[in-house]
C-alpha cells in the first residue's frame, strides 16, 4: 500500500503550537543525523519533503506531514528533533527535551512511536535511555517500533546477527528502498 499524496502542514517550536488533526500520528524519534527525514522522504517516495541533512541536529522543530495512501487513507507523519549529537548549546539542548517530554507525553493523538536506531550502533546509551523513557508513559493503544536504518552499509553476516538478536524490529535502507515496504504496510494498518 503506496503514498501516493503527501504535504507538510507545520512546523511547531512546542506542544502548546501545535495544532489537532483527525488522523493518527506517527511520531519518528532517535538520536541526531540516525535517518528520521530521509526515512519520512523515503516512505513518502518524496525527495525534500522534510529536509534532511549530513550535519545533526538539522530538525529543530516538530514538523507535521499529512501523508496519503492509495486507497486515499490519511496518516500524520510528526519529524522530531534528534536527540543527541547537535551542535547547540546546553540551554537549547534542555528546550528541546522539555519541549519533546511534553509533546510525547501529552499528544493523544500519537499512535505508533517509530524508534530509528543505526544498525551500525545498537548499543548507544542514547538508545536505551529513549526506549526506557518512552516505556514510563506509552500507553496499550499506542506501539513501539524499533527501526534499524543504514542497513545498506552492513555486509550479510552483520546484517544476520542484527535480525537474530532484534527479531520485532524492522529492518530498512532508504538507498536501496529494502525495508519500506515493510514498514508502509505496517502503518497502513493506523491509516483512517
Known sequence: MNIVDSKFLISCERYSQTCEYEFCEIVFLGRSNVGKSS???ALANRNGLAKSSSTPGKTQLINFFEVTFA???????????GFGYAKVSKAKKYDWNKNL????QKRKQIKCF???????HTN????ENLYNYLNQFITDEQEYIRIFTKIDKLNQSELVKLKAKFKSGIFVSNVNKKGIEQLLEKLHDYAK
Open 114 to 120: 517509530i524508534h530509528l536506531i543505526d544498525s551500525r
Open 39 to 41: 526515512l519520512i522522504n
Open 101 to 104: 517530554s511534553e509533546f510525547l
Open 124 to 127: 548507544l546509551e542514547i538508545d
Open 71 to 81: 486507497d486515499k487513507n490519511k496518516l500524520i507523519f510528526v519529524d522530531l528533533p
